[in-house]
C-alpha cells in the first residue's frame, strides 16, 4: 500500500483498435477471442449540452480494446493502460454499462516532450479525483502505432476515459465544486492540445470479466 492508503496503480499493456470508417461488427466472443470491450460512438447530445454547443461528428466510430495486435480497425496501437480509480466498481459484469462514458484522443502540446506530457498528464489523475464526480476514471499513455501510420490519428498521446454511473452524475457532477471547471480548465491547457485533441460520447461492452491488472 501506499503512505496515502491507496493501492498502486497498475499499468497493463492493452492494443488499441480506432474504427474509422465504418462502426465495429461485434458477435458473441468465445472463451479465447482477445477483444476485451468495444466503445460504440453514441448520441453526443450529453457532451453538446455540457459545453454549452453543437459538439462536432466524431472522428471515430469507435473503438476495441484486446489483448491482440492483429488488425481490427484503420488504425492500431499498443499502449500502457491504468484504471486509476473505480475499476472493481464497473467493470466486474459483462454487458453494456448502463450509465455514460465519454473518450478523449488526447494530443500533447507541441512544445512538450513526450516524457513532459506523460508526466503532466499523470499528475492530472489528482485533480480529476478532486474535481470530477466520474465513477471510474482511466488513462493510456505510450501509444505506440502498430498499423495506420499513414492516418492522422496514428500521433496520439494518451487516450482519457470517464465512466459516470448515472445520467444525473453526469450532468450534476462533472465539475463536483464550483472552482472546478476553472482548475481543471487552467491545468490541461498546460499540456493539452485542444486544436487536435477530440472527446466524443460512446456506448461500452464489455466481453470478459478480466480486469485491467497485472
Not at 480506432?18 to 460504440?40: A, R, T, W, Y
Request: glycine share 6%.
Amino acid at each position: 500500500m501506499r503512505p496515502d492508503g491507496e493501492d498502486i496503480i497498475p499499468r497493463v499493456d492493452f492494443f488499441i483498435h480506432l474504427h474509422i470508417d465504418s462502426f465495429p461488427s461485434m458477435g458473441d466472443p468465445v472463451s479465447e477471442d482477445p477483444i476485451i470491450s468495444c466503445d460504440i460512438t453514441g448520441d453526443q447530445s450529453p457532451l453538446s449540452e455540457l459545453r454549452g454547443n453543437n459538439q462536432e461528428e466524431p472522428v471515430v466510430k469507435g473503438l476495441i480494446w484486446s489483448h491482440s495486435p492483429d488488425r481490427l480497425a484503420n488504425v492500431g496501437f499498443k499502449a500502457r493502460r491504468s484504471i486509476i480509480w473505480g475499476g472493481s466498481l464497473l467493470r466486474s459484469r459483462k454487458g453494456g454499462f448502463a450509465g455514460l462514458k465519454q473518450i478523449s484522443l488526447v494530443r500533447r502540446k507541441k512544445d512538450l516532450s513526450p516524457e513532459e506530457f506523460a508526466r503532466h498528464y499523470r499528475n492530472h489523475r489528482e485533480i480529476a479525483r478532486y474535481h470530477h464526480g466520474m465513477s471510474q476514471y482511466a488513462q493510456s499513455l505510450s501509444l505506440e502505432p502498430i498499423y495506420g501510420f499513414e492516418n492522422e490519428l496514428s500521433d496520439i498521446d494518451g487516450v482519457s476515459e470517464l465512466w459516470f454511473a448515472t445520467e444525473q452524475d453526469w450532468t450534476e457532477r462533472f465539475y463536483v465544486h464550483p472552482e472546478s471547471q476553472n482548475i481543471v480548465r487552467e491545468d490541461t491547457q498546460k499540456f493539452i492540445d485542444f486544436t487536435r485533441t477530440q472527446s466524443f460520447m460512446v456506448d461500452e461492452i464489455l466481453f470478459t470479466e478480466e480486469m485491467e491488472r497485472e
